[in-house]
């Protein structure tokens, strides 16, 4: 049988097919010189171009996503093309981006730079301060101690109105019964704003100390005084009581009743050395803030000691024996006072006054804070005996008598004097 002929023209529908290759030849021959090996032909532009008269796409077809064709128009002249690059209109927004963060970044860093500066400089400020307050604290405890009442008063941010008992002499008699021991200073707070730098004019010291030795921990307020810090008080302001006979202060007469007085322990007592006081000893353990008012003094209560209470009866003993030895019926400045009708003449003479019994064991004396003395009372038991006529007639007269007798006793001097009323 013979096979049949092939076509010498293609098919229809197979216009654009490659001849079929022979049964068992490879499906993809050697390339040619400055041929593409077909396994590597993925393009247009890698495939052998179409045959003639082969089917085109049609003009009017694009696939969808295609781009437009360009319009026609006049071929450009042939000739070498230059390739050219377009400006990206990004790059200058990107520019000015960096550039503000580049400035921020700096200013930023310039700023936290000037914050730190500035916080060390407080902290230094501060520190400063802190530490000249707690010098004027421990100068003003070391003058206490040293017995140095100017450099003490050195130290305050206002001088005391009254200085009269703020002297060497005082302050050395104060520590000697019990003074400033035992310092030590810590810290100092000063009033501050971190937020805004800014440093205060005001704070205390932390201090402990003792005073005739009792334990004293107590802020010291300070306050800054120009340049330096002084402490805002230093003395305490003490009402040592009015009264008669006047206070004093290790013998020393005060100005006013009310007096300022550096820490330490003090002897308060009186003009008269027979008023004692309840608690003669006055402890100040520290200044007080300034302005604050006197505090009263509880123990300057006055009163008789048992020795001025002998001292008292035995002048009024006396006085009385003055009295009872006087040749009248009415002596001077004593409780005698005895009256006899008119018909009765006493010779003065002849007046002999006797005791019936000792009246001094009951006698009664109290301090009379008023007058700063001593008032007193005696029950008398007495006898007159004195010649005394009565018309023509002449006797003896003899008369006992019985009362309370009342006197009164100035302390002021080194012995009482007795008033008899």
């Known amino acids: 049988m013979t096979a049949p002929q092939q076509p010498s023209t293609p098919l229809s529908g197979s216009t654009g097919l490659p001849p079929a290759a022979p049964f068992g030849a490879d499906s993809a021959a050697a390339p040619g010189p400055g041929e593409v090996p077909a396994d590597r032909r993925g393009g247009p532009a890698d495939r052998p171009p179409t045959p003639p008269g082969a089917e085109q796409t049609p003009p009017w077809f694009r696939p969808p996503g295609a781009p437009r064709p360009p319009a026609p128009g006049p071929t450009p002249p042939a000739g070498p093309r230059r390739a050219t690059t377009a400006p990206s209109r990004r790059r200058l927004p990107i520019v000015l981006v960096g550039a503000v963060v580049a400035l921020v970044l700096i200013g930023g860093a310039a700023f936290f730079s000037w914050r730190y500066l500035e916080g060390q400089r407080y902290d230094a400020r501060l520190a400063a301060d802190r530490a000249a307050a707690r010098e004027v604290a421990e100068a003003y405890l070391g003058a206490l101690r040293d017995a140095k009442a100017a450099a003490a008063l050195d130290t305050a941010a206002e001088r005391p109105g009254n200085a009269s008992l703020l002297t060497d002499e005082t302050l050395q008699a104060a520590r000697d019964k019990g003074g400033v021991t035992g310092i030590r200073v810590g810290e100092a707070t000063i ?3 971190r937020a805004r730098r800014v440093i205060g004019d005001a704070g205390t010291v932390e201090v402990h100390y003792q005073v005739a030795g009792q334990a004293v921990d107590v802020a010291l307020p300070v306050s800054r005084v120009g340049s330096h810090w002084k402490l805002s008080a230093v003395t305490s302001r003490v009402d040592l009581g009015a009264g008669s006979p006047p206070r ?35 402890i100040v353990t520290a200044p007080d803030p300034l302005g604050a008012a006197a505090q009263h003094w509880t123990g300057g209560e006055p009163g008789l000691s048992t020795q001025a209470r002998s001292a008292i009866t035995d002048a009024a003993h006396d006085s009385l024996s003055a009295c009872l030895g006087q040749r009248s019926l009415t002596p001077a400045g004593c409780p005698i006072a005895i009256t006899t009708g008119s018909a009765i003449t006493v010779r003065p003479d002849t ?32 006898r007159l005996e004195a010649a005394a006529t009565s018309g023509n007639v002449e006797g003896v007269v003899r008369q006992d008598y019985s009362y309370d007798a009342h006197f009164t006793a100035d302390l002021q001097g080194s012995t009482p004097v007795i008033t008899w009323k």
């Open 351 to 382: 007046i002999r006054y006797t005791l019936l019994d000792d009246p001094w064991p009951g006698a009664e004396v109290t301090f009379d804070a008023a007058s700063g003395g001593a008032t007193g009372k005696v029950t008398l038991h007495y």
């Open 191 to 193: 009033a501050q704003d």
């Open 248 to 282: 004093t202060v290790f013998g020393t007469v005060p100005d006013t009743t009310i007096v300022d007085l550096f820490p330490g322990s003090y002897r308060i007592a009186t003009t008269s050395t027979f008023v004692t006081l309840a608690e003669p000893d006055l």
